[in-house]
T-cell receptor
Framework: AQSVTQPDIHITVSEGASLELRCNYSYGATPYLFWYVQSPGQGLQLLLKYFSGDTLVQGIKGFEAEFKRSQSSFNLRKPSVHWSDAAEYFCAVGAGNFGNEKLTFGTGTRLTIIP | GAVVSQHPSRVICKSGTSVKIECRSLDFQATTMFWYRQFPKQSLMLMATSNEGSKATYEQGVEKDKFLINHASLTLSTLTVTSAHPEDSSFYIC????????????FGEGSWLTVV
């Protein structure tokens, strides 16, 4: 069975600083990997996804993530954070056929932005 | 773009009653939808896979008789929490996938259930 580990429960970053959120996965085959963001009391918004091809994936809001098979990682990065980036971030791995993915989520990383 | 909508966004019900949550795919057909539950400050846990025209597949530990799932059409799945108890209070969220390669999964806005 697949699993996802997000080792950082809470990260605090100054506005304008760079950000990296860690994600490690366990899956027997080539994984489908996702990063989602959730604002308090809200649903999930997809930031980016990886299925195949280029291991550096560009997403919305200036986020990117790099798939490293040798490290079983899919870390999320942003060169300069904005106060509006404060939220909960979830990494997920998908299993199943195209278009029918059930996801296994990590425990999430809460991002706080300080002025 | 594809949108998944849930209703209601918030519901309060009395202990012992049942409550239904709807999940609709607004501009695409979804033969499969997924229901997740998220307790406060925790991650999302898959409850069940909803299959159009057939029985739902429940994850281990999820009571199928308590959480009734119906997927009667290609655009609608419903989750009914029967005989609700305060411990069922949670954030319930559905998702649906669309496409073949380049698959995208969309989540609904979620539904807050409070059982009093």
């Amino acid at each position: 069975a697949q699993s996802v580990t997000q080792p950082d429960i809470h990260i605090t970053v100054s506005e304008g600083a760079s950000l990296e959120l860690r994600c490690n996965y366990s899956y027997g085959a080539t994984p489908y990997l996702f990063w989602y963001v959730q604002s308090p009391g809200q649903g999930l918004q997809l930031l980016l996804k990886y299925f195949s091809g280029d291991t550096l994936v560009q997403g919305i809001k200036g986020f990117e993530a790099e798939f490293k098979r040798s490290q079983s990682s899919f870390n999320l990065r942003k060169p300069s954070v904005h106060w509006s980036d404060a939220a909960e971030y979830f990494c997920a791995v998908g299993a199943g056929n195209f278009g029918n993915e059930k996801l296994t989520f990590g425990t999430g990383t809460r991002l706080t932005i300080i002025p | 773009g594809a949108v998944v909508s849930q209703h209601p966004s918030r519901v309060i019900c009395k202990s012992g009653t049942s409550v239904k949550i709807e999940c609709r795919s607004l501009d695409f057909q979804a033969t499969t939808m997924f229901w997740y539950r998220q307790f406060p400050k925790q991650s999302l846990m898959l409850m069940a896979t909803s299959n159009e025209g057939s029985k739902a597949t429940y994850e281990q530990g999820v009571e199928k008789d308590k959480f009734l799932i119906n997927h009667a059409s290609l655009t609608l799945s419903t989750l009914t929490v029967t005989s609700a108890h305060p411990e069922d209070s949670s954030f319930y969220i559905c998702s649906a996938g669309v496409g073949t390669s380049g698959n995208t999964i969309y989540f609904g806005e979620g539904s807050w259930l409070t059982v009093v």
